[in-house]
């Protein structure tokens, strides 16, 4: 059974793009605080735990909010939904933050809250906490975004039946630099979430340079 993509998100600065269409569009802004947050308060999902995420989790969880809105996660055994993400610069962007509050022994107070952020795939677990996931996951670091090693891995999950389903793409962030490409790959049959909104994009190496090249 060949697999599909049934949803995905694309956020670079300036605009959110979701199944193709345009979702947020704000050229106005400097920072990434300044472009995410108000987007994140127009998507009322009411969850005061975004605001304690280091920067790159914020993006993968509003990356993959609005790929769930497509897509019904009851229709798959959670404990066999996977997350697979990729990026090139891991978690550095909270790292230098961390290095920050260290490197001067006169003023030496590290954040406890900012160092459980310094590993990449905390966004993975931000993700799978809000959506009660407990499949694969795994978090590759790649200097540009490799869509052939992303689609063998997550392929061969299918493959060796160790998910029935996962979220997978790029979430990359450093600094006020940022983009993601996240997606959620399903086998192809007639009963899924897909065919009643009209999404089903072979999920291929081929699909994911296509979706990434979008601007």
């Given at each position: 059974m060949k697999n599909i993509i049934s949803s995905y998100s694309r956020i670079r600065p300036g605009h959110v793009c979701v199944n193709g269409g345009i979702e947020y569009h704000d050229e106005n802004f400097i920072t990434f605080a300044e472009f995410i947050k108000p987007f994140f308060k127009r998507l009322d999902l009411g969850y005061p735990k975004f605001y304690k995420m280091d920067p790159l989790s914020k993006l993968g969880f509003i990356a993959s909010e609005l790929v769930f809105r497509h897509v019904n996660l009851d229709?798959?055994?959670?404990?066999?939904?996977?997350?697979?993400?990729?990026?090139?610069?891991?978690?550095?962007?909270?790292?230098?933050?961390?290095?920050?509050?260290?490197?001067?022994?006169?003023?030496?107070?590290?954040?406890?809250?900012?160092?459980?952020?310094?590993?990449?795939?905390?966004?993975?677990?931000?993700?799978?906490?809000?959506?009660?996931?407990?499949?694969?996951?795994?978090?590759?670091?790649?200097?540009?975004?490799?869509t052939k090693q992303l689609f063998a891995y997550v392929n061969e999950l299918f493959i060796n039946n160790r998910v029935d389903a996962c979220l997978t793409g790029w979430v990359d962030l450093l600094k006020d630099e940022f983009e993601s490409l996240m997606m959620f790959v399903e086998p192809d049959?007639?009963?899924?979430?897909?065919?009643?909104l009209g999404i089903k994009l072979p999920f291929s190496d081929e699909t994911m340079d296509e979706l990434y090249k979008i601007t």
């Amino acid at each position: 059974m060949k697999n599909i993509i049934s949803s995905y998100s694309r956020i670079r600065p300036g605009h959110v793009c979701v199944n193709g269409g345009i979702e947020y569009h704000d050229e106005n802004f400097i920072t990434f605080a300044e472009f995410i947050k108000p987007f994140f308060k127009r998507l009322d999902l009411g969850y005061p735990k975004f605001y304690k995420m280091d920067p790159l989790s914020k993006l993968g969880f509003i990356a993959s909010e609005l790929v769930f809105r497509h897509v019904n996660l009851d229709l798959f055994d959670k404990k066999r939904v996977g997350v697979v993400l990729a990026n090139a610069n891991s978690s550095l962007d909270t790292d230098l933050v961390h290095q920050e509050s260290i490197s001067n022994r006169s003023q030496y107070f590290p954040s406890p809250s900012v160092f459980v952020y310094t590993l990449p795939n905390i966004m993975i677990g931000e993700i799978c906490i809000r959506h009660r996931l407990n499949g694969e996951n795994a978090f590759l670091i790649a200097e540009n975004f490799e869509t052939k090693q992303l689609f063998a891995y997550v392929n061969e999950l299918f493959i060796n039946n160790r998910v029935d389903a996962c979220l997978t793409g790029w979430v990359d962030l450093l600094k006020d630099e940022f983009e993601s490409l996240m997606m959620f790959v399903e086998p192809d049959r007639t009963d899924h979430s897909a065919e009643k909104l009209g999404i089903k994009l072979p999920f291929s190496d081929e699909t994911m340079d296509e979706l990434y090249k979008i601007t």
